[in-house]
Structures are given as structure tokens and as C-alpha cells.
């Protein structure tokens, strides 16, 4: 059998699995123009999150029952990841599935059940639900998604129950349990969803790698906020390890083990994923700045309180004079900063060109992801799914 190679491999035949099957139609195609701005309609969005949503309800209320059978005082603790899981855009699920979908048809249809593959992604909401609560620890974020970040939820349930020793303490070891439960139940509700055992087994190296780069970027997360990894290089490198890699690039390729794609369906991916996991960090940092409270559920102040140490910063600090260094030396991170430090630290990022710099990186990463998926020999449906997700991920104001 003969057929064009496609242009991302030009010197071998592609083959997405192991069963020797050489992709037909998809990768014989003539790029494809895409609108500036694609419909979500066609990620099918609402369903995928319908589902998603339904699968961790369900999973919880299991849970409920566990704990409360054990004692009645860990119900808040289920109540808290509930919370966590709750809302959200469910970005990651949503890559997951489509990573799936985009390889199912060149390796003969569908092996595993919608629902069950539905199911399966959904656990991606826990790891991140477990980063969350981490993350905020560490940078002592205030509030999350509107509400109290989980370590000050519990800090205020000990005083509020007359509890003895100290409150913040108390609420610092009960969100790293949280969030450790989070990750535990990452896990089963992945084992329990129902997929066939062999795509379990596929797919639980692409879950471990992804488990331990989400760890290893938190680490170097708190190294550059100690002086570690200085400039815009650490903090690509953060945002790589920390937020890029399991934002995009692992559920695309977790999706694709699952449905037995083989490595090319990796590497394709991770064309996509890097890119666009980086652009959708940037983002966040931008909106961490920028971002209107009422839209984001999270004070435009805190990335600033806490001294997060992101692209933005960096930049700015590359191209500030010397007061512009002092300012960001006293300000930047300072607990006792107030509105008139948080405007002055706003006007020096705008001032620098920091802000301009990163939107300029964001949309030539997000239209390299583009490109990658135009390019990518996956199905129709998928890529104009994934083309529309990739639009919402980068320019969203939440």
C-alpha cells in the first residue's frame, strides 16, 4: 500500500499503533484554512463536561459514604474536594477525550466504551484539584475559584469549632491531606472507569509521567521563588514542568494510549501540547496580574502579594531601571503590600513591555499548536475540536 507521507515525516511510513496499520485519508490531506475564531460547538464541550461532571459526582458520593462510615468529622474533608471539583473548564478532560477520538478511526474504530474513556479522563480533575491545593499552600493564596483557598477554609473551621492549637497550622496539614486525597482518588476513579484492562496498562505510563512532572514542576516552582532558576529560561521551565505538560500535552496523549496509538501519535501530540500548554500558563499569569476578580474567582493581587516569580516578572526585571528593581526588591512578594505597590508593580510591567512581550509569546506559541493541529494527520472532527479548544485556552478571561 502507498500514500503520501505526511509533512511532519517525510522519510518513514506513520503508523499510530502497533497493530501495523499505515493511516489512510487523514494524513493525505491539503492543509485546512482555520477560522480565527473556531465554535466551541464543535469540541462538543457541553456534553464532555456534562459527562465528566456526572462521573465525579458519582465518585464522590462513594466517597462520602466511605468517610462518613469511618467518622462522621471527615465529611468536610469530602465536601472540600467536591468544592474543588466543582465548575471549572474542564480544559484537561476535554484534550483527553479528544487526543482519543483523533487516533480511534485510523486504528479501525473504537475499542473502548464513550462513557467508560469519559469516565477515565475525568480523573484528570483530581490531579488537578490535588495541584491546587498544593499550589496555594505554598504561595499562601487567599481564595480559589471565589471561595477560600482550602488551607485558610480549614484554618477558619478550627477556630469556628474551638478547637485548641493553632489555626493556620491546623489548616496547612488538613489541605496537604486534601489534596494528597485528591490525588489518591485520581487513581481509582482512572482504574474504576470502566476502560479495558490493556488501555489501563497503556495508559498508566503517560498518568505516572504526567503525576511526577506535575510534582517535579512544583518543586522547581518553590526553587525559583527561592532564587533558583533566574530569568525568562526558569521561568519557562516552571511553567513547563508545573502547568504546560498536564494541561495539554499528557491528557492529549494519555487519550491516544488509551486508544492503543502507538509513539508517533505522541510526538504528534506533544507538537500540539507544548505549545499550547504554554500559551494557556502565560494566560493565567496574565490574568494572575491583569484579570478582573469578579471574572476569575481570584484577587488580581495575589500573584503579586505572593511574589510569583513568572515570565512577567522576569521580563520586567530585564528591562527595569534601577528604581523599577527596587521596586519589584520591596514590593514584589511583600504581605503588607497594598493597592498602591500592586498599581506601581502593574504600570512597571505595562511600562517595561513585559505584558506586551507575553502576548506576543502567547500568540505565537497558540498559533504553532494551530499549525501543529492543521498539520496533524488525526480525524476531522478532532481537529477542528481541538483548534477550537486551543482558541478558548488562550484568549479565555477565566
Same mark, same amino acid.
Given at each position: 500500500?502507498?500514500?503520501?507521507?505526511?509533512?511532519?515525516?517525510?522519510?518513514?511510513?506513520?503508523?499510530?499503533?502497533?497493530? %501495523?496499520?499505515?493511516?489512510?485519508?487523514?494524513?493525505?490531506?491539503?492543509?485546512?484554512?482555520?477560522?480565527?475564531?473556531?465554535?466551541? /460547538?464543535?469540541?462538543?464541550?457541553?456534553?464532555?463536561?456534562?459527562?465528566?461532571?456526572?462521573?465525579?459526582?458519582?465518585?464522590?458520593?462513594?466517597?462520602?459514604?466511605?468517610?462518613?462510615?469511618?467518622?462522621?468529622?471527615?465529611?468536610?474533608?469530602?465536601?472540600?474536594?467536591?468544592?474543588?471539583?466543582?465548575?471549572?473548564?474542564?480544559?484537561?478532560?476535554?484534550?483527553?477525550?479528544?487526543?482519543?477520538?483523533?487516533?480511534?478511526?485510523?486504528?479501525?474504530?473504537?475499542? $473502548?466504551?464513550?462513557?467508560?474513556?469519559?469516565?477515565?479522563?475525568?480523573?484528570? $480533575?483530581?490531579?488537578?484539584?490535588?495541584?491546587?491545593?498544593?499550589?496555594?499552600?505554598?504561595?499562601?493564596?487567599?481564595?480559589?475559584?471565589?471561595?477560600?483557598?482550602?488551607?485558610?477554609?480549614?484554618?477558619?473551621?478550627?477556630?469556628?469549632?474551638?478547637?485548641? %492549637?493553632?489555626?493556620?497550622?491546623?489548616?496547612?496539614?488538613?489541605? *496537604?491531606?486534601?489534596?494528597?486525597?485528591?490525588?489518591?482518588?485520581?487513581? /481509582?476513579?482512572?482504574?474504576?472507569?470502566? *476502560?479495558?484492562?490493556?488501555?489501563?496498562?497503556?495508559?498508566?505510563?503517560?498518568?505516572?509521567?504526567?503525576?511526577?512532572?506535575?510534582?517535579?514542576?512544583?518543586? +522547581?516552582?518553590?526553587?525559583?521563588?527561592?532564587?533558583?532558576?533566574?530569568?525568562?529560561?526558569?521561568?519557562?521551565?516552571?511553567?513547563?514542568?508545573?502547568?504546560?505538560?498536564?494541561?495539554?500535552?499528557?491528557?492529549?496523549?494519555?487519550?491516544?494510549? *488509551?486508544?492503543?496509538?502507538?509513539?508517533?501519535?505522541?510526538?504528534?501530540?506533544?507538537?500540539?501540547? +507544548?505549545?499550547?500548554? $504554554?500559551?494557556?500558563?502565560?494566560?493565567?499569569?496574565?490574568?494572575?496580574?491583569?484579570?478582573?476578580?469578579?471574572?476569575?474567582?481570584?484577587?488580581?493581587?495575589?500573584?503579586?502579594? /505572593?511574589?510569583?516569580?513568572?515570565?512577567?516578572?522576569?521580563?520586567? /526585571?530585564?528591562?527595569?531601571?534601577?528604581?523599577?528593581?527596587?521596586?519589584?526588591?520591596?514590593?514584589?512578594?511583600?504581605?503588607?503590600?497594598?493597592?498602591?505597590?500592586?498599581?506601581?508593580?502593574?504600570?512597571?510591567?505595562?511600562?517595561?513591555?513585559?505584558?506586551?512581550?507575553?502576548?506576543?509569546?502567547?500568540? $505565537?506559541?497558540?498559533?504553532?499548536?494551530?499549525?501543529?493541529?492543521?498539520?496533524?494527520?488525526?480525524?476531522?472532527?478532532?481537529?477542528?475540536?481541538?483548534?477550537?479548544?486551543?482558541?478558548?485556552?488562550?484568549?479565555?478571561?477565566?
Amino acid at each position: 500500500m502507498s500514500r503520501q507521507p505526511h509533512p511532519l515525516d517525510r522519510t518513514r511510513a506513520t503508523r499510530w499503533g502497533d497493530t %501495523g496499520r499505515v493511516i489512510t485519508g487523514a494524513a493525505q490531506r491539503n492543509p485546512v484554512v482555520r477560522p480565527l475564531a473556531p465554535s466551541l /460547538e464543535a469540541a462538543d464541550l457541553g456534553r464532555v463536561r456534562g459527562a465528566v461532571s456526572a462521573a465525579l459526582t458519582g465518585f464522590l458520593e462513594e466517597q462520602r459514604t466511605t468517610l462518613a462510615a469511618m467518622d462522621p468529622s471527615l465529611t468536610p474533608v469530602v465536601d472540600e474536594v467536591c468544592a474543588l471539583a466543582d465548575g471549572g473548564k474542564r480544559l484537561r478532560p476535554a484534550f483527553a477525550y479528544w487526543g482519543w477520538r483523533g487516533v480511534t478511526e485510523d486504528l479501525g474504530g473504537p475499542a $473502548e466504551d464513550d462513557a467508560a474513556v469519559l469516565r477515565a479522563v475525568a480523573a484528570l $480533575e483530581f490531579v488537578h484539584a490535588s495541584a491546587l491545593v498544593h499550589d496555594d499552600v505554598m504561595d499562601g493564596a487567599l481564595t480559589r475559584r471565589g471561595r477560600p483557598a482550602t488551607h485558610v477554609g480549614f484554618a477558619t473551621r478550627h477556630g469556628d469549632g474551638g478547637l485548641s %492549637g493553632d489555626g493556620t497550622t491546623f489548616g496547612v496539614g488538613a489541605a *496537604i491531606l486534601v489534596g494528597d486525597l485528591a490525588l489518591v482518588w485520581s487513581d /481509582e476513579l482512572l482504574r474504576r472507569s470502566g *476502560i479495558s484492562g490493556p488501555a489501563l496498562a497503556r495508559a498508566r505510563s503517560v498518568w505516572d509521567t504526567m503525576r511526577t512532572e506535575v510534582t517535579a514542576g512544583q518543586y +522547581l516552582d518553590l526553587l525559583r521563588a527561592a532564587g533558583g532558576l533566574p530569568g525568562a529560561h526558569g521561568a519557562l521551565t516552571v511553567a513547563r514542568y508545573k502547568s504546560a505538560g498536564y494541561t495539554v500535552q499528557r491528557p492529549l496523549q494519555l487519550g491516544a494510549a *488509551i486508544a492503543g496509538a502507538g509513539p508517533r501519535a505522541a510526538d504528534v501530540y506533544t507538537a500540539i501540547g +507544548l505549545p499550547l500548554g $504554554e500559551a494557556f500558563q502565560l494566560r493565567d499569569d496574565v490574568l494572575g496580574v491583569f484579570g478582573d476578580p469578579a471574572v476569575t474567582g481570584k484577587s488580581a493581587d495575589d500573584d503579586l502579594r /505572593e511574589g510569583k516569580q513568572t515570565l512577567l516578572i522576569a521580563l520586567a /526585571e530585564e528591562e527595569a531601571d534601577d528604581d523599577g528593581r527596587r521596586l519589584l526588591r520591596e514590593s514584589l512578594g511583600d504581605p503588607d503590600a497594598g493597592e498602591e505597590q500592586f498599581a506601581a508593580l502593574r504600570a512597571l510591567i505595562e511600562a517595561t513591555g513585559a505584558r506586551a512581550r507575553v502576548e506576543e509569546r502567547i500568540a $505565537e506559541r497558540t498559533a504553532t499548536a494551530r499549525g501543529a493541529i492543521a498539520d496533524a494527520p488525526i480525524a476531522e472532527e478532532a481537529r477542528a475540536a481541538l483548534d477550537a479548544l486551543a482558541v478558548a485556552a488562550t484568549t479565555r478571561a477565566a
